[in-house]
């Protein structure tokens, strides 16, 4: 229990008693309220100090067990032989270890000292007096109370002299204390507080319960009693008499109001009171004393601003404010600078910072609806807290680096505070990155975890502050013309952090890499955003979208150059990430746009894939290497797409004709993709051969997607190729669709032989076989788009159902191309490319049996069974059986 709370119990139950006592007794219910109160206090403070040192002792134990540690030689090692007797080095001789004899101890230094409460309660609980003085100062209270009410119930003694008699005999307690000071100081300090309490006491009974003196004699009575308490405590160093005294000092005003007393003169009596608070703490580091005044002075205050505070009274109470934080920041300090060298630098953190926090508390609720007024006092304060940080720091004293740190980190706080009081937050913000950078720096230099969270957390805070800034109305953010300086110095600032805080993980600390990359990625986004919002300031809003593509292009390959000076794995990851970006504008501009280079993209996507593939080819190396191969696919489809797209258009734009010649200009870019692949494997080293397998996966994506045109085509392309007339083979869907078949079996030719294709184990007959089917397909779309246009047949399933001429034509091609295949098989030893003859001859002679034989009549039919024939018996004659062996071409 600390002595204050024995005072404030004490003087609750004085309260107590004279409320809840009768009339005729009322002084000696005060009395006996206020002993009991005392008598409370003192019995917690006597059994926690008890239960803090059995703990203590406990821990005490623990320590020294630990300590003793027995030093037992090592095997073989040899044992040191005393001195002989007549040697000047050895005064007497020293037995040699025994193995049988308890090992000799060896006292380890210890590791900390006790903290200064545990050391500062022992010495108090047994030096400042004993159990048996204070019981009978206790005893001798409630004696003077029982006293004094037996004479006022069996006396007729006027209250004047009763009230006399017990101030006289608490000055001859005082008297007798002091003069016991020097022989039994312990005894002499108790018999001082009680008699100073008796006084006190006395004074507050013939003012408040009997009205026997003016407010302002009692008001000096309690005064002249609060620094006779100090005065004493001082002399005789100690801090239980100078708390008696304070808190008597600071009560004094309030027991002896009349309740029409004046501000001013109660804070201009506080502000005496601090001043000799002040000025003991410039010769005693007494914690509990600068504590009971705080509390006294800014808890009485807050309660009198609470109840009676107006606007009016600013100009009285302001500079009284100023000054009682002005004494107790003095304080502060010199409670660090008195400490004894064992705890010197010992900051009191209640006091430190207890103080600003009430003091500014206080000043906004003066404030109120005036925040540029409180973002000056917030500066003042900052300025004051930084100024003594400085002053302090030019000292170089060691011992005060935990106050100057606890100094900054408040100017630093109030800073911040007084930026979004004073400034829009434009301003706001850049005071926000400016202060979040310098700590950041600060936290770096001086290794200290705090500072760089704090400036990471304000520089977070900065930009959330610009976010009000932009308007999300159209497809790009926009921003006020005079707001894009706050942005950049947002992410000007977070980007240099993040190259400190690297710095510093390569040298110090590793885990301050994480932090590094997240205020990376934070600048680069505030860059980004107040990129594109400037767009609109200096771009054609048509070319907008193409100028954000460059900008954003452009960024991300700054930031891939950057990688070689700060190399952040985020760089790698922004930089990078340009592809999504080109993806997301891809499905914009097919949403909006008939083709990919309209409105300023033929410059906007060549400088997208000219960065992306220079930033892919600086940090491939960086990346996994499945992750750099998606990349890579992806982005060649992208590229091919979008050229596809571009050709589609451009031959649309120039040619003025059928559908034909944008469907064929699909197919261009893809199968001349397939060609540098096939070429690029063995020939180009970047990137087709040192990502083999990605570039295989490109490969087989574009050969899928060419045969799917192609099945596409060879169903909807009647040969209508205007302006030109069609020719059979001569015409752009046919060129197209034969150098798309010709690309396919040379990039399969090429791949196959590739060991990822080979390790794959992909059956070689399934290419090849789509591809044969491919070429049957457009051999008879060629035909038919012959007959379409040249005899008129109608381009139908049913149409050609019933035409005779086409059915006569399809049976002797097809049994053209069985002898044809038949032929080739025998010569080439392939028996799969027989069989698939032989099948096929097998449809011919079904189809004229089941099909042909109703309407043998016409001469169509005849026709086809005379040709029919005829070829049978060229492939009886040259092929009749299929070949013995296989060869691989």
């Known amino acids: 229990m600390d002595p204050v709370m024995r005072i404030v119990l004490a003087v609750v139950g004085a309260f107590a008693g004279s409320t809840l006592g009768s009339a005729g007794s009322r002084l000696f219910d005060t009395f006996i309220g206020a002993f009991a109160g005392f008598a409370v206090a003192d019995l917690s403070y006597i059994r ?10 406990n821990r005490l134990k623990g320590s020294v067990s630990r300590d003793l540690q027995p030093i037992v030689p090592q095997p073989g090692a040899e044992i040191p032989q005393p001195a002989p007797a007549s040697s000047p080095v050895h005064a007497s001789p020293a037995a040699p270890h025994s193995p049988h004899s308890p090992a ?27 159990l048996l003085v204070r019981s009978g100062v206790i005893v001798l209270f409630f004696g003077i109370a029982f006293l004094l009410r037996y004479v006022a119930e069996h006396t007729r003694v006027p209250i004047e002299y009763r009230l006399s008699g017990v ?19 312990g005894f002499a300090l108790s018999i001082q507080g009680g008699a100073i309490g008796i006084l006190y006491l006395t004074v507050f009974a013939a003012f408040h319960l009997y009205a026997l003196m003016p407010s302002f004699a009692a008001f000096a009575l309690l005064t002249a009693i609060g620094a006779l308490s100090a005065l004493l405590a001082v002399k005789q160093d100690s801090q239980s008499l100078a708390l008696l005294g304070v808190t008597g000092g600071f009560l004094a005003p309030i027991l002896a109001s009349s309740g029409n007393g004046d501000h001013v003169f ?13 000025l003991i703490a410039w010769f005693k580091s007494w914690r509990g004393l600068n504590l009971a005044g705080f509390a006294f002075t800014f808890g009485i205050g807050t309660v009198w601003g609470a109840l ?51 003091a500014f508390g206080l000043q906004a609720s003066m404030l109120h609806g005036r925040p540029f007024a409180l973002a000056y006092s917030a500066l003042a304060m900052s300025a004051l807290y930084l100024g003594i940080a400085a002053l302090l720091k030019q000292r170089r004293d060691d011992t005060q680096r935990l106050l100057i740190e606890a100094f900054l980190a408040l100017g630093v706080v109030f800073l911040t505070v007084a930026a979004p009081l004073a400034l829009g937050s434009r301003w706001n913000a850049d005071v926000w990155a400016l202060e979040g950078g310098a700590l950041v720096w600060i936290g770096c230099r001086q290794e200290r975890l705090l500072s760089r969270l704090f400036g990471a957390l304000l520089l977070v ?7 009000d800034q932009f308007s999300f109305a159209g497809e790009f953010p926009s921003l006020p013309w005079n707001a894009y300086g706050a942005v950049l110095l947002v992410s000007a600032a977070s980007i240099g952090s993040a190259g400190g805080l690297f710095a510093y993980a390569q040298s110090r600390q590793p885990g301050a890499a994480v932090l590094s990359n997240l205020l990376f990625c934070w600048g680069v986004l505030w860059w980004s955003l107040g990129g594109l919002a400037e767009l609109e300031h200096v771009a054609p809003a048509a070319d907008l979208a193409a100028a954000a593509l460059i900008f954003l292009s452009a960024t991300a390959f700054g930031v891939s150059a950057l990688h070689k000076r700060l190399p952040l794995p985020a760089a790698v990851a922004v930089a990078l990430a340009q592809f999504p970006v080109m993806l997301a504008f891809a499905a914009a501009v097919a949403a909006t746009q008939s083709h990919p280079f309209e409105h300023g993209g033929w410059i906007a996507w060549p400088v997208a894939f000219i960065c992306f593939y220079a930033a892919l080819y600086r940090h491939e190396t960086s990346v996994a290497r499945p992750a750099a191969g998606a990349l890579h696919v992806a982005s060649a489809w992208l590229l091919i797409a979008l050229s596809s797209w571009e050709t589609e258009w451009m031959v649309d734009f120039l040619v003025h004709g059928s559908r034909s010649w944008p469907t064929v200009a699909w197919a261009i870019i893809p199968a001349a993709a397939l060609a540098g692949l096939a070429r690029g494997y063995r020939g180009v080293r970047w990137p087709p051969a040192r990502h083999g397998e990605a570039y295989v996966i490109v490969a ?30 001569l015409n752009p869907v046919d060129i197209v669709q034969l150098l798309v078949l010709l690309m396919l079996w040379r990039c399969w030719k090429v791949t196959r032989a590739l060991p990822c294709v080979i390790e794959a184990g992909i059956d070689r007959r399934v290419p090849e076989f789509a591809l044969g089917a491919l070429g049957f397909l457009w051999l008879n779309a060629l035909l038919l788009r012959t007959l379409h246009q040249w005899v008129q047949v109608p381009w139908s399933l049913s149409g050609m159902q019933e035409s005779t001429i086409t059915q006569t034509t399809l049976s002797i091609f097809w049994a053209s191309l069985a002898l044809a295949s038949m032929l080739f098989a025998t010569r080439k030893s392939e028996r799969p490319i027989w069989f698939a003859g032989a099948a096929l001859l097998a449809i011919v002679i079904a189809k004229l049996f089941f099909v042909d034989l109703s309407s043998v009549g016409s001469i169509e039919r005849i026709v086809s069974f ?23 071409s």
Not at 112 to 128: A, C, K, M, T, V
Not at 461 to 467: E, K, P, R, V
Not at 872 to 886: A, C, D, E, F, N
């Open 48 to 57: 926690a100090r008890l239960r803090t040192l059995d703990e203590d002792l």
């Open 104 to 130: 000799p101890l060896r006292r380890q230094p210890p590791a900390q000292e006790l903290p200064n409460f545990i050391i500062d309660g022992i010495r108090r609980f047994f030096g400042g007096g004993n």
């Open 167 to 185: 101030a006289l005999g608490g000055l001859a307690l005082l008297v007798l204390g002091w003069r016991l000071r020097t022989t039994r100081p």
């Open 266 to 278: 109660l804070f201009g009596y506080y502000a005496v009171l601090n001043a000799g608070i002040l």
């Open 308 to 358: 009676t505070y107006r606007a009016a009274d600013f100009a009285t109470t302001e500079p009284f404010l100023i000054l009682f934080f002005l004494f107790y920041v003095g304080i502060a300090v010199l409670f660090t600078w008195r400490q004894p060298p064992r705890l010197r630098g010992y900051v009191d953190g209640t006091l430190v910072f207890g103080t600003p926090l009430v």
């Open 461 to 467: 805070a900065a930009g959330f502050l610009l976010a």
């Open 700 to 729: 087989a994506g574009l050969a899928i997607a060419l045969a799917i045109w192609s099945l596409v085509t060879d169903i909807s392309m009647t040969g209508d190729v205007a302006p030109l007339t069609y020719l059979p083979l």
């Open 866 to 888: 005379v040709g029919v024939g005829v070829l049978m018996l060229v492939i009886g004659y040259y092929s009749p059986l299929p070949p013995r062996s296989t060869q691989r």
